[in-house]
């Protein structure tokens, strides 16, 4: 697993921390933990629920911007690939919001299940006010 995610089974839930300082932005390295992490769900036939939760002080940031230059962003898995295999699970995900739940994370909020937002946090598009349509699919793949 990367070092980006924390993973802890708690009974039948599956765990999966965000560690990608100092906003849990969705960087490669923790896009891929969170993907194998969801590979790990599915597989497993202990693990009933999958929880995704933020370390720190925010849920996430969405996009790493730092990547954009060297296109890691462009490396599988996407963020729509993450939200495709949320939606796919077939167990219950839940996404326990604190602080803030931006962007792509807000949109990987929404292809759970279910989402618990603890008071204070703040959800936004802010690319809308670029004029960028949020395109992973986290909108359209919201359930619950």
Known sequence: MSDAVEIEQIGSVLTVGFKSPPVNALSLA?????????????????????????????????ADISEFSRGAHLIEPKLKDLIVALAGLGKPSVAAIHGAAL??????????????????????????????????????????
Do not use: W
């Not at 769900?41 to 202990?46: H, K, V």
């Not at 990987?108 to 949020?134: D, H, Q, T």
């Open 103 to 144: 962007g792509g994370g807000l949109e990987l909020a929404l292809g759970c299940s279910v989402r618990v937002a603890f008071e204070g946090a703040k959800l936004g598009l802010p690319e809308i006010n670029l004029g960028i349509i949020p395109g992973a699919g986290g909108r359209s793949a919201c359930r619950g």
């Open 30 to 62: 923790l896009r891929q933990g969170i993907g194998e992490a969801i590979e790990h769900a599915r597989e497993a036939s202990d693990i009933e629920a999958i929880l995704l939760y933020g370390t720190g002080r925010m849920f996430c940031a969405g």
